[in-house]
């Protein structure tokens, strides 16, 4: 190679080229002007860093010291000047608010109670009433098997889009028909010219059943996207038919699919708010929850703009996975806990490119607040 450049770097680009082209290619069924709360949201490039170092003991979340996470980073993010004033940005009474969790890393790296109650109390107190406010996660299964049902506020409704887990997942019900992302990739052995295999619809509950979306992250490293916080939370969490975008360890395309599901114009201007649970993270082996590589990051993250976000939280992945003595993300090879041969995270900058969000560092202004 001339000029410097060498192959390994050479292939990288390549490889961001094509996922690009993908992602920008994916067509979606309706097309809705975008909204003042859509991504990437009131504050682009804004992200607050909330660290208290007493925040979990003995892996058990502490309730004051994220009582005071949650007032510091919503009060940081917005620069209101009450607990109220801070949410009443986001939602108005009338609203129906739909906050997404994550059950995947069960049971050692999944969404908490201790942080949806304070959700909840904040939305309560802009003006929600609890029977508007609808808890949620893709599969049924899955949301009782992390316990979500038995410590939802009084009041509070929850919800899912199907059942279960399938191998397929191309199964429509619970889906809406009229909002879809058609991409030209399906599973081994499908013929592309199948509308139900090429297509991912977006669930009804981000349609037809809510009007604002909180998305509550994790801060994970994921074998085949390489990294799952905001982003992939929202693209593999309200959407059917997400097999095909990893279904082999040498079939990931999840650097064009999650940008391309993420751009489905009613999951972009729903989700107008994005925090990130990073009290405790996984920096290998994701998703399934892998207690060997849990670590207590002890801080939260809060911004309207999932790049952002996600840009900064892989970079807190990989100093961990340096600490510890692990290549970073984007450099690591398989082994028995990532079979995937190469990790897709550029898909985070490809967002960027996309508009949805702030990848550039140098334009991603970061707020860290240390509290005691």
């Not at 060498?6 to 909204?35: F, I, M, V």
């Not at 029977?131 to 996660?137: A, G, H, L, Q, S």
């Not at 990073?278 to 911004?303: A, L």
């Not at 510890?324 to 041969?341: H, M, N, Y």
């Amino acid at each position: 190679m001339q000029s410097g450049i060498h192959r390994r770097d050479w292939l990288r680009a390549a490889a961001g080229a094509t996922a690009s082209s993908l992602a920008l290619g994916a067509q979606t069924a309706a097309t809705l002007p975008r909204t003042k709360l859509g991504m990437p949201g009131l504050y682009p490039g804004r992200v607050i860093s909330v660290h208290h170092p007493h925040s979990i003991a003995a892996g058990v979340y502490q309730k004051s010291a994220v009582h005071q996470m949650m007032h510091r980073g919503m009060a940081g993010l917005t620069g209101a000047d009450d607990w109220a004033a801070a949410w009443r940005q986001f939602v108005e009474p009338g609203d129906v608010v739909g906050i997404k969790l994550n059950p995947v890393g069960r049971p050692c790296c999944i969404s908490d109670p201790t942080v949806l109650h304070e959700i909840v109390d904040g939305l309560r107190a802009a003006g929600i009433p609890a029977k508007d406010i609808v808890v949620y996660d893709r599969y049924h299964s899955e949301f009782l098997a992390a316990g979500f049902d038995k410590w939802l506020p009084e009041g509070v409704r929850w919800t899912s889009a199907t059942q279960r887990h399938n191998a397929t997942q191309q199964d429509i019900a619970g889906y809406d028909p009229d909002h879809y992302m058609d991409m030209a990739l399906v599973l081994p052995g499908q013929d592309i010219s199948d509308l139900s295999a090429r297509r991912s619809y977006a669930a009804l509950y981000i349609t037809k059943q809510i009007n604002k979306l909180i998305n509550v992250a994790l801060i994970k490293d994921h074998q085949s996207a390489g990294v799952t916080i905001a982003l992939k939370n929202l693209s593999h969490g309200l959407v059917n038919n997400v097999a095909r975008s990893h279904s082999t360890p040498t079939l990931n395309a999840c650097g064009a699919f999650i940008p391309a599901a993420v751009s489905i114009p009613v999951i972009r201007n729903k989700a107008v708010l994005n925090i990130c649970d990073g009290i405790k993270g996984q920096y290998h082996g994701g998703p399934s929850g892998k207690p060997q590589f849990v670590w207590e990051h002890k801080t939260m993250y809060f911004s309207t703009d999932p790049v952002a976000m996600d840009r900064i939280g892989w970079e807190v992945l990989d100093a961990q996975r340096v600490a510890v003595g692990r290549k970073p993300i984007a450099e690591d090879l398989p082994d028995q806990f990532s079979t995937f041969i190469r990790r897709q995270p550029e898909h985070v900058e490809i967002c960027g490119a996309m508009g949805l969000g702030v990848w550039q560092r140098d334009k991603i202004d970061l707020r860290r607040i240390d509290l005691t």
